[in-house]
């Protein structure tokens, strides 16, 4: 039966109804069909009704392949509805219980959809080894609702144990403590696991495939496909430095483990903060941990966004914003405090260049948004949370007295909030109650933080020493005449850190004006092609994009074909959009290799192309 959906009254993306009756724990038995592309099994959702006379809980759902849903104690069949999907919310699962019990468990048979949206099925021809599928999953912000039926909302926390049935050869890993495998039956093993914090449902983590481990700190393995394993544990040699930065600026670290897994090249992020298992993307493999940093910032998201959570995406610069913060935090305990403050004006780049792309009237770009009316909050991802989220925080930091003053602060803040899910409002309460006493809060504009679109209210005032660097040389190229070879040499760039070659690109991009005469300069100077750091590729491709340079356009589409990171991806395919006589070039290249991306990317592409 279908029956039209409403919208959650506290997550303008759930169905869900956590205000009336809700999830405290989940419990998935499920087999890994890689013929079928399918997951089929059981869940057990354990209830707790909260308003007085509850008889129904409702759940997102998206394509599941129903069966049946019982009492689990009794066996006794739950009459449930499942509304019409609308867009990629899926539909509202309504399940009536028992009425003579505050807390049931819920058992439901099902099966996913081939195209479920969070899942990612990989041929062995897509992998490193070419033997073995993969699987992998990405759940956030809205995901997890094609894998199991659940309140799809940040604003519930369940704990979860997990039996995942695969075939023998094959290891599968989850967002969880890993507990015990099966002896081989019929070709099959299961394998086991714990997850004893509860976590918002987009933090539901699965791959399975061909995976070998290397360990690189006393509580950290990284696993990928055994080719590149050995790269992997060089790369990310810092972990445990990283933690315990972070442990000295947040608190304990209260999830056991903190394992790494590099994953095939269509994951559509840098990393993804999965608890006891960080996803990153092998686009930080660039041979000399200089993009590391990314592993920081999903380090810091095990307090910012995983221990204390937006309640709705409505507030996702709570989780990123400060994730930002922290990450940048730990740079300046490990490299110092110039180096913290340079990656802060890096990242105002990205800003710059996002607010340039949605228009500085967006209300997408203000720190708080509204996502009512069938906003999506994939369509809603951009920078702004992360570093409009940032920048008012070190705002705050300099305001109220600085790092000895806002560190404090800062650690009691996450400790109050720990395992809840809030809002906004909820940390600016807190803001205002712990500096009551300062006279500096009355200077705090929160409205025009908040809720202006565009770029920051205020900018820092940051250490530019190793900005003025790159500015420098930036300038040094704007006057060139472009008479002779010009005043410049390798030298330029090889004494610059990798940052600051990416300071350098990203200026140029500010550019007005960048000649074609000048890139191909560059290139025969510098050879920026030969890189291996991905973020400075990208800046370099995009450069070349820009000044029309029409020889490297086969070299942008090699890179957004041989990768999905979606930072990358998209301003590529843009920017060739935007060169009309790239445009259907770029349109005939996403349609022949659309299948081999995530389904958020190919969607997010296809938009950014005007095919949707």
Known sequence: MTLVANFSEID???????????????????????????????????????????????????NLHITEITDDATG???EYNVTEPIQIFGSKLSINLPNNQNEVDILVKYETDPDAFALQWLSPEQTAGRKHPYLFSQCQPIHARSIVPCQDSPSVKTTYTAEITAPAELTVLMSALRKDVSEPRDGLRTHSFHQPVPVPSYLLALVVGDL??????????VWSE?????????EFSETEQFLQAAESLCGPYVWGVYDLLLLPPSFPFGGMENPCLTFVTPTLLAGD????CVVAHEIAHSWTGNLVTNCNFNHFWLNEGFTMYVERKIIGRLYGEQMREFAAINGLKDLKDAVKTLGDQNPLTKLVVDLSGG??????????????????????EQLMGGPAVFEPFFKAYLDKYKYQSIKTEDFKKFFESYFASNPELKKVEWDSWLFTTGMPYKIPKYDTTLADVCTALVV???????SGTGPFSPQDLTSLKPLQVQEVLAQMLELQEFPLHKVQTMQTVYNLDASNNSEIKFRWLRLCLKSHWEDKVANALQFVNEQGRMKFVRPIYRD?????????????????HRANMMAVTAHNVARDLHLE
């Not at 070998?212 to 393995?221: E, F, L, T, V, Y």
């Not at 055994?226 to 060089?234: E, G, R, Y």
């Not at 992360?386 to 008012?392: A, C, I, N, S």
């Not at 060739?576 to 022949?592: C, H, S, T």
Request: aromatic share 12%; hydrophobic share 35%; glycine share 4%.
């Open 76 to 78: 006794t069949p739950l």
């Open 375 to 396: 906003i999506g909050p994939d369509d809603a991802f951009s920078n702004c949370p992360y570093e409009k989220g940032h920048t008012f925080l070190f705002y705050l």
């Open 476 to 482: 040094k190229w704007k006057e060139w005449d472009c």
């Open 576 to 592: 060739l959009y935007a060169w009309e006589a790239m445009r259907q070039k770029a349109i005939d290249n996403f349609k022949v």
């Open 12 to 62: 303008p993306s759930s169905f869900s109804n956590p205000e009336n009756a809700v999830v405290s724990s989940i419990s998935l038995h499920l087999l890994v069909d890689f013929t079928k592309k399918t997951l089929v099994g059981k869940v057990k959702l354990h209830v707790k009704k909260i308003k007085e006379g509850t008889n129904y809980i409702d759940l997102d759902s998206s």
């Open 212 to 221: 070998a481990s290397k360990q690189i700190g006393p509580r950290s393995h």
């Open 289 to 292: 941990r200089s993009l590391a």
């Open 226 to 234: 055994p080719q590149l394993v050995d790269k992997a544990a060089f």
